[in-house]
């Protein structure tokens, strides 16, 4: 799996998800599926890990390419490689942590994501943390 830290001024930006909205006219015709998913760190309000249930969620979609928000794998070590090995051998990610490296955003895909790469955007909000905070 590939995996790249995009930085775009504390806003979240991959170029992935450009390209996608590009070619969301054409996928329409070619039929395929585009889902987003707003994991929440992959944690319910227990502190359970929801890996298996976005998992199920995912696969009753069908998705062809899968845009998450709030992934992090500070806290949620090897959910995408969990996720990703229960929709299949076909699909990878790329992951882009905008903070800290660890907290941010990944784009799962059936098709190879034969490169990525990141834009630092000027504007929007820098987060800084305390010494000693995560």
Do not use: W
Request: glycine share 10%; aromatic share 8%.
């Amino acid at each position: 799996a590939m995996r790249t830290c995009v930085s775009s001024g504390g806003r979240q930006l991959h170029l992935r998800q450009i390209a996608t909205m590009a070619a969301t006219m054409a996928a329409a015709a070619s039929g395929t599926r585009f889902v987003t998913y707003n994991v929440r760190r992959f944690v319910d309000s227990n502190k359970s890990s929801t890996v298996q249930g976005i998992a199920d969620a995912l696969l009753k979609l069908s998705p062809d390419v899968v845009a998450l928000q709030e992934v992090d794998i500070n806290s949620s070590p090897g959910c995408l490689d969990a996720l990703v090995e229960e929709l299949g051998p076909t699909f990878n990610y790329a992951f882009f942590g905008h903070v800290a490296g660890r907290y941010g955003n990944a784009l799962i895909s059936k098709y190879p994501i034969v490169r990525s790469r990141g834009t630092h955007l000027r504007g929007g909000t820098e987060l800084s943390f305390p010494v000693g905070m995560k």
